[in-house]
């Protein structure tokens, strides 16, 4: 039988509409027939064979979705298994095909299963830093995200929790890198062997795309046997590459999860609480220094519902007007009291609490401990660190009493910024610029007076109004290791990288921000709209300036989850400050989680009506 790519294409694609209109049992058998053939003749090595082995799969599972028999399901995995472990061909097509085999194995409870999961997450990075392309990045990051949470589910189901915690934390790693074009491991080669990284490079974007390259039957240079052999050379060649590039000191998990003995390092200072939202099961991981991932089961929560509770928490700050800080004093409704409360106690009842039971946290302890949280799907809209019961008054329902938390968009920033340099002398520096690209806002002379007032003769540079651009304010943050905005920002769903603060004249992009190389930068404190509010398309990580800041080297950052009332943002300030600074000696950025704490706290005694939408959107990032 000869068969050609373009032909074989368009006769299978017909036969695929004619069983899904019709439902003709003959169509289904012929495609599987044809898809069968085209594998039978392809050459093992040669990049078109992941290609047909998938779509063999696919038409077997169509089979057996509709008939359920199970030698089509096991015939499906074979084959999935096939393209998704094949060296060559395009990444997109095998991580598909990994996919799909984790789909059957689960239904069938196919003891591959775990082994479906591995292959899909070490296909990833090959997705991700070697073949994924600047216009498809959204596309195949959300389909990434989606893919290691269900991994993690599955690993966690099957009593691998280790293996949970370092799939999802290559998992998000990959995220941020990529939508914030970060130093990838690639960049990071390149940097001391930067022929190696261009023969990786070389080698693997002939083996990805050499797909696109193949000519029709009649134009071939090459049968397809040649083609084949030559595509595992080059497999081959790929394979001793990765090999040497691991064989390098800095180098030895290349393309491969950081390991849990070095994340657990991240939870030296507290318990790091990651929370996996998967529609196979919900989760908890805890890492505690020097002791086992302890696995918290969170049986009440579903995706469904965290969904659910993200659109209700979205269409309720909609409702009460919470964009822009200057206009936030009359535009908070009423009832968005009411309707906090009731989402605050969800994840209360259903996430937090039995949290912190599972982690014996007290209530009320002398000293509060810290805890961080990490986590994924819709749950990064939601204000975990407010979670309570507020209707009793009753301060034993609220995780105020129990602990500090704070936030990490991933485990290995925590790292990263525990092992930063020593710290540089103390500066700060503070910038406001009230007007620029929205409304005014008239408190931010007043919050520039508080901080002032607080630092009294400490170092530190003020630019205000018309000397606030966007060239002197990252001058100054090159000399400062200490930074106050007071500005407006905003986020750009479709493309992060240019979500940005607004300064005189122009826009400081997270994109200029992460390029500046901030080596000595300490802390952060962004007292500007929108400067924690992720992108919803991309629901797995929530892509925000503040998580932005801390992976451009900000080891301590203070955010907002949606705009602040201009009023109340002196005060937060001015509290913030006095706790921070008031023992007179440097001021330590591993304390601002706590000065943030507590100066939430004496807000709300101190302001009897303040609305729950006016303190929760302040939190904490990093060390």
Request: proline residues 5%; hydrophobic residues 45%.
């Amino acid at each position: 039988m000869t068969l050609t790519v373009q032909s074989h294409v368009i006769e299978l694609h017909s036969l695929a509409i004619r069983f899904e209109r019709f439902g003709n049992l003959d169509d289904l058998d012929s495609a599987i027939v044809q898809h069968q053939a085209a594998v039978n003749i392809t050459p093992n090595g040669h990049p078109v064979k992941p290609i047909w082995l998938n779509n063999l799969g696919k038409s077997l599972v169509t089979r057996f979705k509709h008939f359920g028999n199970l030698d089509d399901a096991e015939a499906s995995i074979v084959q999935f298994s096939a393209a998704s472990l094949f060296p060559v061909g395009p990444p997109s097509i095998r991580l598909a095909a990994a996919r799909q085999w984790i789909d059957v194995a689960s239904i069938t409870h196919h003891s591959s299963l775990l082994a479906a999961c591995e292959s899909a997450i070490s296909i990833i990075p090959l997705v991700a830093w070697l073949g994924l392309s600047i216009l498809n990045r959204h596309q195949h990051l959300a389909q990434i995200g989606a893919i290691v949470r269900d991994a993690a589910a599955i690993a966690i189901l099957l009593g691998q929790c280790d293996k949970a915690v370092e799939w999802l934390e290559q998992g998000r790693s990959i995220v941020w890198t990529q939508i914030l074009q970060l130093r990838t491991p690639v960049d990071e080669l390149r940097a001391v062997e930067p022929d190696l990284a261009d023969r990786l490079l070389h080698v693997s974007s002939l083996l990805d795309q050499g797909i696109q390259d193949i000519q029709p039957q009649n134009e071939r240079k090459q049968s397809p046997e040649e083609e084949a052999r030559q595509y595992r050379a080059l497999a081959g060649e790929r394979d001793e590459i990765i090999e040497k590039i691991r064989s390098l000191p800095r180098f030895r998990d290349f393309l491969r999860p950081l390991k849990l003995h070095r994340l657990i390092n991240a939870a030296k200072d507290g318990p790091l609480v990651i929370i996996n939202v998967s529609e196979i099961r919900c989760d908890a991981l805890a890492l505690l220094y020097g002791a086992d991932v302890i696995h918290i089961p969170l049986p009440d929560l579903t995706s469904k519902r965290v969904t659910q509770l993200q659109i209700k928490f979205s269409a309720l700050l909609k409702s009460s007007g919470v964009r822009l800080r200057a206009l936030r004093d009359s535009e908070v409704e009423e009832d968005g009291d009411e309707g906090c409360k009731r989402i605050l106690a969800e994840l209360w009842d259903h996430l937090v609490k039995p949290i912190l039971d599972s982690l014996a946290f007290s209530h009320g302890p002398d000293t509060l401990p810290r805890i961080w949280w990490c986590v994924t799907g819709q749950l990064a809209f939601l204000p975990i660190h407010a979670a309570g019961i507020y209707d009793t008054g009753d301060s034993s329902g609220h995780i105020h009493d129990y602990a500090i938390s704070s936030y990490t968009p991933t485990i290995s920033v925590l790292l990263e910024q525990a092992d930063a340099p020593t710290r540089k002398p103390f500066r700060h520096l503070s910038a406001i610029e009230p007007s620029f690209g929205a409304s005014y806002i008239p408190n931010t002379e007043k919050e520039l007076e508080c901080i002032q007032r607080r630092l009294h003769n400490r170092d530190y540079v003020v630019l205000r109004k018309a000397a606030a651009t966007k060239e002197r304010v990252m001058n100054a943050m090159k000399e400062c290791n200490w930074l106050h905005l007071a500005c407006h920002g905003t986020q750009n769903a479709r493309d992060p990288t240019k979500s940005a603060l607004l300064l005189h004249g122009g826009k400081l992009t997270l994109e200029e921000i992460i390029r500046l190389k901030l080596p000595h930068a300490e802390f952060a404190f962004l007292s500007a709209c929108q400067t924690m509010t992720g992108d919803e398309e991309l629901s797995d990580e929530a892509v925000h300036i503040a998580g932005a800041m801390s992976l451009a080297g900000y080891r301590s950052v203070v955010a907002t989850m949606w705009s602040i009332e201009d009023a109340l943002a002196p005060k937060v300030a001015d509290r913030f400050y006095a706790h921070l600074l008031r023992d007179g000696e440097r001021p330590d950025s591993r304390r601002a989680a706590e000065a943030l704490h507590f100066s939430v706290k004496k807000l709300r005694e101190e302001e009897k009506d303040i609305k729950m939408l006016s303190w929760l959107p302040f939190v904490h990032l990093g060390i």
